[in-house]
């Protein structure tokens, strides 16, 4: 086998690893994401999304896409927010702290005076029993299943096993909300998207149940 081929056969199989993690995702979502959807919808402040390095990124990438869906959200790195950028939170914000391992002392302190602030913590890490886990108000388990980390120390897989959903709660909230294609223009009026005049078909609405 030349080496190019094994090359593109080991690059082919990173691409299945976190494929299949992505993937598995789906049978995670649970009771869980009901209690985000409801907790996001009936915020009356601002959702800010923290994280460190690759869970900076994704973190960043959430705030932005649940912002474009219609559910005011911006990204906080807990560094500047322990520098005093926390000041920036208010009672009845929710704060959505990402943490693979749970035990990022900054994104800990962050979340804990975040809650001292009046401000509800919901942890997404792979460790619900970590510190992050265990003082958070609401705890999402994300497993990234199979190879989809190499070495299971490189987050690869669990980046995209995260971003993936968060896209779903953007969605979800999207829809919950009512918040039409209009309004994401009125927002995004820059770049290739601004310049859509044909309006695609609304996403179906689906309503917050009804009391039992």
């Known amino acids: 086998m030349s080496t190019n081929s094994t090359l593109l056969d080991a690059a082919r199989l990173v691409v299945r690893n976190e494929g299949a993690a992505v993937l598995a995702v789906a049978d995670q979502i649970d009771e869980t994401f ?30 932005h896409l649940l912002a474009v869906c219609g559910t005011p959200s911006v990204f906080i790195h807990p560094m500047d927010a322990l520098h005093g950028t926390m000041g920036a939170l208010a009672p009845g914000d929710v704060l959505i702290s990402i943490s ?70 953007a969605n979800i909230l999207m829809r919950r909300r009512g918040y039409g294609w209009d309004q994401v223009l009125e927002t995004h009026p820059a770049g290739a998207v601004g310049l859509i005049t044909d309006l695609p078909d609304p996403l179906d609405r689906i309503d917050s149940p009804s009391p039992a």
């Open 34 to 63: 009901i209690e985000v959807v409801d907790l996001l919808e009936n915020c009356r402040g601002k959702v800010f999304v923290t994280g460190s390095g690759t869970s900076g990124a994704v973190a960043r990438r959430m705030a």
């Open 100 to 169: 693979r391992g749970g035990e990022s002392s900054e994104i800990n302190d962050f979340s804990t005076r975040a809650q001292r602030r009046s401000v509800k913590v919901v942890a997404i890490t792979a460790a619900p029993s970590s510190s992050l886990g265990r003082l958070a108000d609401l705890t999402v388990t994300l497993a990234t299943e199979g190879d989809g980390d190499p070495g299971g120390v490189i987050a690869m897989g669990s980046t995209l096993v995260t971003a993936v959903w968060g896209d779903a709660l």
